[in-house]
């Protein structure tokens, strides 16, 4: 069966700071990976999503990377936080498009 | 006009009560439809798929309308464990999943 992982589970980090978020996946191949983010009280918002190794498509403008160097990791960066960074951060795959999509448990970021 | 919306609520219903969630898509073309449950602080994690047919999973019934565009969710004999939030997820005809805002339940004993 396949399993995503995320880490680390919370975070705190002044403003300011670097960061980086891991994705990983077990049990399946080449799969469809994607980033979200959730403000508190919010929806989900599309960041980043790949369809294989170091190909990223960005969804929305802001200080924040993604990289995928193997076929089932999937790397949330940025240089420098920004308060409005905080967030629950969720990576997610899909079999292709059309599918089902499966979160992982997800980051939750607070910048000081 | 956003390309999915659901009705935030909440739904406060008591146990034992059936419910019924809509959620309507603006993208004709859209593909594949799905509902998610979030509990508080948790990822979403998938409820059902919705197929053309209409699907049911025990107490779960889902039906797809594309006519007037929207998905539903019927939540039979309510349990205190279905407060949630449900969000509904649509695929248009790009490689991303729309999601919803989500409706949140919360059901009383």
Known sequence: SQTIHQWPATLVQPVGSPLSLECTVEGTSNPNLYWYRQAAGRGLQLLFYSVGIGQISSEVPQNLSASRPQDRQFILSSKKLLLSDSGFYLCAWSRGTLGEQYFGPGTRLTVT | RKEVEQDPGPFNVPEGATVAFNCTYSNSASQSFFWYRQDCRKEPKLLMSVYSSGNEDGRFTAQLN????YI?????????????????????????????TGTRLQVFP
Do not use: E, P
């Not at chain 2, 039979?76 to 999601?99: E, H, M, P, Q």
């Open chain 2, 72 to 100: 539903s969710l019927l939540i039979r004999d309510s349990k205190l464990s279905d407060s949630a939030t449900y969000l509904c997820a649509v695929w248009g005809n790009t490689d991303k999943l729309i999601f919803g």
């Open chain 2, 66 to 69: 594309r006519a007037s565009q």
